[in-house]
């Protein structure tokens, strides 16, 4: 299985942005890439997904490098609301739906 | 729309007795996942069902754990006997799949049990 690399843990001030990055150099499947997040006490969230090229939407964006072997997950206005676990999803292996959970990134936001 | 439900919530027992966990997926999807997180860690996938038909159950430990997902929608996972090292947040998680596609799984609040 693929693995990811993230930091244990980020700190950001409030309204700043906030990059979160994450190696899967060992990646071999052409799959997307994931980005999850967990709140306190809660089952993780669908943050953003993406394939080859650079992604957006409402809550974040994902800036996938050219060999996918590493991404960044930018929160434009980091909020308190935005402290969690963020968790980086490699592609899964071709004919599988499985994905690795590593032991994400925690966010601290700070006010 | 409701999202995935879990009950219970918490669940405290004795090593050695039975437990079990119910989750009811989303509307519509066909796809229903447990996961066991350990704290500190990340979710470990532990079965996979698509519709009734349990299609990945190579991380359960088959010697005191199963699970049911009778008329493919609600699902049970049962311990028994229950262990000190089964004391983690069972979660659940459900997704509609598309072949080949990107498959977002909408995870519940968990159930944290446990183990004395």
């Known amino acids: 299985d693929a693995k990811t690399t993230q930091p244990n843990s980020m700190e950001s001030n409030e309204e700043e942005p906030v990059h979160l990055p994450c190696n899967h150099s060992?990646?071999?499947?052409?799959?997307?890439i994931h980005w999850y997040r967990q709140l306190p006490s809660q089952g993780p969230e669908y943050v953003i997904h993406?394939?080859?090229s650079n992604v957006n939407n409402r809550m974040a964006s994902l800036a996938i490098a050219e060999d996918r072997k590493s991404s960044t997950l930018i929160l434009h206005r980091a909020t308190l609301r935005d402290a969690a676990v963020y968790y980086c999803?490699?592609?899964?292996?071709?004919?599988?739906?499985?994905?690795?959970f590593g032991t994400g990134t925690r966010l601290k936001v700070l006010a | 729309e409701a999202g995935v439900v879990q009950s219970p919530r918490y669940k405290i027992i004795e090593k050695k007795q039975p437990v079990a966990f119910w989750c009811n997926p989303i509307?519509?999807?066909?796809?229903l996942y447990w996961y066991r997180q350990n704290l500190g860690q990340g979710p470990e996938l532990l079965i996979r069902y698509e519709n009734e038909e349990a299609v990945d159950d190579s991380q359960l430990p088959k010697d005191r754990f199963s699970a049911e997902r009778l008329k493919g929608v609600d699902s049970t996972l049962k311990i028994q006997p229950a262990e000190l090292g089964d004391s983690a947040v069972y979660l659940c998680a459900s997704s509609f799949r598309l072949a080949g596609g990107h498959n977002e799984q909408f995870f519940g609040p968990g159930t944290r049990l446990t183990v004395l």
């Open positions: 060992t990646i071999s499947g052409t799959d997307y």
């Open positions: 999803i490699p592609p899964r292996t071709s004919g599988t739906y499985k994905y690795i």
């Open positions: 509307s519509g999807h066909n796809t």
């Open positions: 993406g394939l080859t």
